[in-house]
């Protein structure tokens, strides 16, 4: 079955650097689409950044963009988010989705809409502080 584990969460303070992973299995990694996104308790869930080789584009947010880099690996079916100059405000639950069927008209460009997307992961907690 698709699973997506995710890894690399923390603490850290403003300004510094986290790089997130996400692990994926159960599916052809190289033909879906895998997007990043957060949650604050409260609050609906914000689609961060994402990438489509299919169609080969990602995608980001204007909130993390020049700040956050998408990428992928499909020989170890790992999809990462590099996050640089954190801010407190990027404090969030952060998780990891797959939209096994992309279409042009839903990922081109990849797609920041979580109803898009089929499976999510469990999420690995980010947290900054000023």
């Known amino acids: 079955q698709v699973q997506l584990v995710e890894s690399g969460g923390g603490s850290v303070q403003a300004g510094g650097s986290l790089r997130l992973s996400c692990v994926a299995s159960?599916?052809?990694?190289?033909?879906?689409?895998m997007g990043w996104f957060r949650q604050t308790p409260g609050q609906d869930r914000e689609g961060v950044a994402a990438i489509c080789t299919a169609f080969g584009r990602s995608h980001y947010a204007d909130a993390v963009k020049g700040r956050f880099g998408i990428f992928q690996d499909n020989a170890k079916t790992a999809v990462y988010l590099q996050m640089n100059s954190l801010k407190p405000e990027d404090t969030a639950m952060y998780s990891c989705a797959v939209d096994l069927d992309p279409t042009p008209d839903t990922q081109n460009p990849p797609a920041l809409d979580a109803p898009v997307y089929n499976y999510w992961g469990q999420g690995t907690q980010v947290t900054v502080s000023s």
């Open positions: 159960g599916f052809t990694f190289g033909r879906a689409c």
